[in-house]
């Protein structure tokens, strides 16, 4: 994801009235991301709300059921 910087200067550039394609010369990124910005509307979101991050919920894995009963001996339990 880009920063918000970058996107507040993109449409300070098109409100000048560049073309896209100076755009995004000028910011390093392709036409298609330009295009993608603005068609996805990322330039019209409020710009003081910052973009909330996912924290990965961890679940019991799929071998938990059989924790202990898989291997119940130490033939396979490492060496030492």
Do not use: N
Not at 11 to 34: C, F, M, N
Not at 37 to 57: C, F, I, K, S, Y
């Amino acid at each position: 994801m880009y920063g918000w910087e970058r996107l507040v200067l993109l449409r300070h550039l098109l409100d000048e009235g560049l073309k896209k394609t100076d755009i995004a010369a000028r910011l390093g990124v392709s036409r298609g991301l330009i295009y993608h910005w603005l068609r996805t509307g990322q330039l019209d979101r409020e710009l003081d709300a910052l973009p909330t991050h996912r924290t990965r919920v961890t679940g019991p894995s799929k071998l938990a059921p059989f924790e202990g009963t898989v291997f119940p001996d130490s033939r396979f339990a490492p060496a030492g």
